[in-house]
């Protein structure tokens, strides 16, 4: 048995049910499970180690609920700058077809290092295609060499081109060996117990590259096992008008047909999801993933967040890929989720306690997770703090700390702690070395773009 007491915070951001946020506040760990919280002077005195974040604000590791990781290979690229959903998947599908299973762990382990270092401690990831041999098993190693809690989402696409899909033929798949292989992952890497640090989703990408019935046999096949279910729904005006035009039928309606609602389920973006599609996802349960930049970045619009959230639907914040992002920092993606609220709503319409709800709880119901998102003995000991002494927060800690973290330049945690292990010291990412990652991703990237030259 190991032990860990994170002590002296100069405040504690709980989560818990009464929302406690403590001064000089600590959490005692025993076997990655947190055994008690409160003041630092209320807890055992000794433990194996004893870190201190005086200096800091503690919170719940946040929870990144939508992204493609291999996307971070394709930051930038030209001719995708400036375009919306549909011309962007065309200018970059080409590029993605020529992904190596090398790629999608170089790819994975750079994006989660960066939601790692912006305060993520659990994320999920959409791998949707998988050219040249990759395998989602490449994207689960690189989440095991970092040590992330990790919910790996078997995307698919099934609708090529010829078909009146928007993929190019050559990047989909097979729909039998679709199913096969989600069935092997689930029975090869899914841990549905509490504090898991590995699930398996299954997730064909959207109504615009998959058939009815794979969507239909997915569903099927997701509730025999008890897994979830994910996909992109209601992303922007092209899309819903691609399920009038091929379906006769509203993104929510179509997702209700095929049985895609229900508390096992979360759909990404859903900016143009309709009264009636809130109220379905309501009174179903059906969880939303946010991702207002990449909502903003494709000028895909405003999710309606505030009639979602007085709905009851449960929201999650989601940085999305690293290509139509160009970023991963989740606490920046939670600060942006109360910005752009406030444009849409006006100023009252969400809070930076709000925001950071949905950075935690709010993420944690939209993974169908009751052991994460919030510090509380039984939980899972998966705790984030960000310093108050840099210039980024000065003048505003002093005010308000936690407001501060989401008004003020989002900053990097100072450490961080998943599943009771240091993962972030001192702002050091420690179980990989950096530099040697980013160039290997560099090289990586100027090799799967010029390829096709």
């Known amino acids: 048995m190991t032990t860990l007491l994170l002590k002296n915070a100069d405040v504690l951001v709980t989560m818990d049910d009464q929302r406690r946020e403590i001064p000089g506040g600590g959490v005692f760990i025993r076997d990655g499970v947190i055994e008690a919280v409160g003041a630092?002077?209320?807890?055992?005195?000794?433990?194996?180690?004893?870190?201190?974040?005086?200096g800091c604000v503690a919170l719940p590791g946040l929870i990144n609920t939508h992204h493609h990781m291999y996307q971070s290979l394709t930051r930038a690229i030209p001719g995708a700058q400036d375009a919306e959903l549909f011309a962007w998947l065309r200018r970059l599908y080409p590029i993605w077809s020529?992904?190596?299973?090398?790629?999608?762990?170089?790819?994975?382990?750079?994006?989660?290092?960066?939601?790692?270092?912006?305060?993520?401690?659990?994320?999920?990831?959409?791998?949707?295609?998988?050219?040249?041999?990759?395998?989602?098993?490449?994207?689960?190693?690189?989440?095991?060499?970092?040590?992330?809690?990790?919910?790996?989402?078997?995307?698919?696409?099934?609708?090529?081109?010829?078909?009146?899909?928007?993929?190019?033929?050559?990047?989909?798949?097979?729909?039998?060996?679709?199913?096969?292989?989600?069935?092997?992952?689930i029975e090869s890497w899914h841990d549905g117990s509490r504090h898991a640090m590995l699930r398996i989703v299954v997730a064909p990408c959207s109504p615009f590259s998959v058939s009815r019935e794979l969507m239909r046999e997915s569903a099927d096949l997701a509730r025999a096992y008890g897994v979830s279910l994910h996909t992109h729904l209601a992303e922007n005006d092209n899309d819903v008008a691609y399920s009038r035009e091929q379906f006769g039928m509203t993104p929510a309606q179509y997702a209700q047909e095929l049985g895609w609602v229900g508390h096992d389920v979360w759909h990404a973006h859903c900016v143009k999801l309709d009264a009636?599609?809130?109220?379905?996802?309501?009174?179903?349960?059906?969880?939303?993933?946010h991702c207002p930049c990449s909502n903003m970045r494709l000028a895909s619009g405003i999710a309606p967040i505030a009639a979602l959230r007085d709905a009851g639907v449960a929201v999650g914040i989601g940085v999305d890929g690293s290509a139509s992002n160009d970023g991963a920092h989740l606490l920046g993606e939670a600060r942006q989720a109360m910005l752009l609220a406030r444009v849409a709503y006006g100023p009252a319409a969400m809070s930076a306690r709000q925001s950071l709800e949905l950075a935690t709880l709010g993420g944690a119901r939209v993974?169908?997770?009751?052991?994460?998102?919030?510090?509380?003995?039984?939980?899972?000991?998966?705790?984030?703090?960000?310093?108050?002494?840099?210039?980024?927060?000065?003048?505003?800690?002093?005010?308000d700390p936690v407001a501060a973290l989401l008004f003020c330049a989002p900053q990097n945690v100072s450490h961080s702690i998943i599943n009771g292990r240091p993962v972030v010291s001192d702002g050091q990412l420690l179980p990989i070395e950096l530099p040697v990652l980013v160039e290997q991703h560099n090289r990586l990237a100027r090799l799967l773009v010029n390829a096709g030259r």
Not at 153 to 166: C, F, I, P, T
Not at 276 to 289: E, H, K, M, W, Y
Request: glycine share 12%; net charge negative; charged share 20%.
């Open 40 to 54: 630092s002077a209320e807890l055992p005195a000794g433990a194996d180690q004893v870190i201190s974040l005086a």
């Open 98 to 185: 020529r992904l190596t299973p090398e790629m999608i762990r170089v790819s994975t382990l750079t994006a989660m290092a960066e939601l790692i270092l912006s305060g993520c401690t659990t994320s999920s990831d959409h791998l949707y295609l998988y050219p040249n041999g990759s395998r989602l098993d490449d994207s689960i190693d690189a989440a095991a060499t970092l040590g992330m809690r990790f919910h790996a989402a078997r995307g698919s696409m099934s609708v090529g081109e010829s078909d009146g899909g928007l993929p190019p033929d050559a990047l989909v798949e097979d729909e039998e060996a679709i199913l096969k292989d989600s069935r092997r992952l």
């Open 276 to 289: 009636p599609g809130i109220g379905l996802f309501a009174r179903t349960g059906t969880g939303v993933a």
């Open 367 to 399: 993974l169908g997770r009751d052991d994460i998102g919030a510090l509380a003995p039984g939980m899972s000991a998966d705790v984030v703090a960000f310093s108050l002494d840099g210039l980024a927060m000065a003048g505003a800690a002093v005010h």
